[in-house]
């Protein structure tokens, strides 16, 4: 698959960083978002990331240059899905939007043009009923904020071509991402399927007053998040099983999780309580800091954990 150029469609969290992402990769960026001042905005921000990029030594000056100089904002979708190879698609999450952006891309590009979603929770089977080209049609879903994080979960709908996710898969690991393909549909892909089953026990747990809300998130980030950052749950208890492996592992302590399953939640929404409980749980970490000031933080680490695991 040859891309060149790629359209970014939505401007908001995900798009300036996509738009920073391929930037970097050395693809000419158009970006457009409905709103010209949230456009102005996401153009700000994706130089920003750029210029943060350069500044951990991650990209040369030279390349942060071109890169920024890779992206221009443009007034109007025909615009941007002209002379493109790529859509990135990140505009506001509902159907409506998606069927009226996919109706007008599906029209506007020729048949060989990718048109990829960032969607986090919508179906590609439905958003793509209103295209002639359902087959060139995928959720591409980031995990945030994708100029630093490797995660693209690769979703199908079902007429998506095979053709169409194996050529993303290949164009993505070329550039460095770790691309994860679904074989069916599900609410939420991979990830976001997990980490809401973490969210609700870690939640429980503050809830059930076992433990406090930065104690839960100690319990995770220095613990078992470690060995996340290298290894998914099931190579870790692999591991975990010693010399007899996965066998042993769910032979031995198969049982005791059995214990933990039958005490742990099961609800299917968010207890009215727990939103106060967990708002003044997270005052209490966050220790005054201000939220720019954590993310700066955050992707600071992120950049020197990715330099390691790359090594
Ligand atoms: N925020 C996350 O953590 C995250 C992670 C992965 C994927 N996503 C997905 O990325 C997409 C965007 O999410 P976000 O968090 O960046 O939202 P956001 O609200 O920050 O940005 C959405 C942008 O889309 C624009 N928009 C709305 N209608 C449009 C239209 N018709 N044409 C062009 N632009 C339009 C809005 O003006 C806004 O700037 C969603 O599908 C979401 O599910 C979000």
């Known amino acids: 698959m040859k891309v060149q150029s790629v359209g970014i469609v939505g401007t908001g969290v995900i798009g300036s960083s996509w738009a920073a992402f391929y930037a970097t990769k050395g693809f000419k960026v158009k970006m457009f978002d409905v709103d010209p001042s949230l456009c102005q905005k996401g153009l700000?921000?994706?130089?920003?990331?750029?210029?943060?990029?350069?500044?951990?030594d991650s990209i040369s000056e030279n390349a942060a240059n071109q890169a920024i100089s890779d992206i221009t904002m443009v007034n109007n979708l025909d615009e941007a899905i002209k002379d493109i190879q790529l859509v990135q698609e990140s505009a506001l999450e509902t159907y409506e939007v998606?069927?009226?952006l996919f109706k007008a891309m599906d029209a506007g590009t020729p048949p060989d043009v990718i048109l990829a979603?960032?969607?986090?929770?919508?179906?590609?089977?439905?958003i793509q009923k209103v295209t002639q080209h359902p087959e060139r049609c995928l959720i591409a879903h980031p995990f945030n904020p994708p100029h630093l994080i490797p995660l693209v979960e690769l979703v199908p709908g079902e007429r998506t071509g095979n053709h169409t996710i194996s050529k993303m898969?290949?164009?993505?690991?070329g550039l460095g991402k770790i691309p994860v393909v679904l074989k069916k549909e599900a609410p939420g892909h991979i990830?976001?399927?997990?980490?809401?089953?973490m969210w609700r026990e870690a939640t429980d747990i503050v809830l059930k007053g076992i433990a406090s809300v930065e104690d839960v998130d100690k319990a995770l980030f220095a613990g078992p998040g470690l060995r996340y950052a290298l290894m998914g749950q099931h190579l870790i208890y692999h591991l975990g099983g010693g010399e007899g492996g996965m066998e042993h592992f769910v032979d031995h302590l198969g049982?005791?999780?059995?214990q933990c399953w039958k005490t742990m939640a099961t609800w299917t929404s968010l207890p009215p309580e727990a939103k106060d409980v967990l708002v003044n749980g997270i005052k209490d970490e966050m220790r005054g800091k201000s939220l720019a000031e954590m993310a700066q933080w955050r992707d600071e680490k992120l950049i020197k954990l990715l330099q390691v695991i790359q090594e």
């Open 44 to 56: 700000r921000r994706a130089t920003d990331y750029v210029e943060f990029l350069q500044t951990q």
């Open 98 to 100: 998606k069927h009226q």
């Open 117 to 126: 979603s960032s969607s986090s929770g919508l179906l590609m089977t439905e």
């Open 169 to 173: 898969k290949t164009f993505f690991e």
């Open 191 to 197: 990830a976001n399927r997990l980490a809401a089953a």
């Open 255 to 258: 049982p005791a999780f059995e």
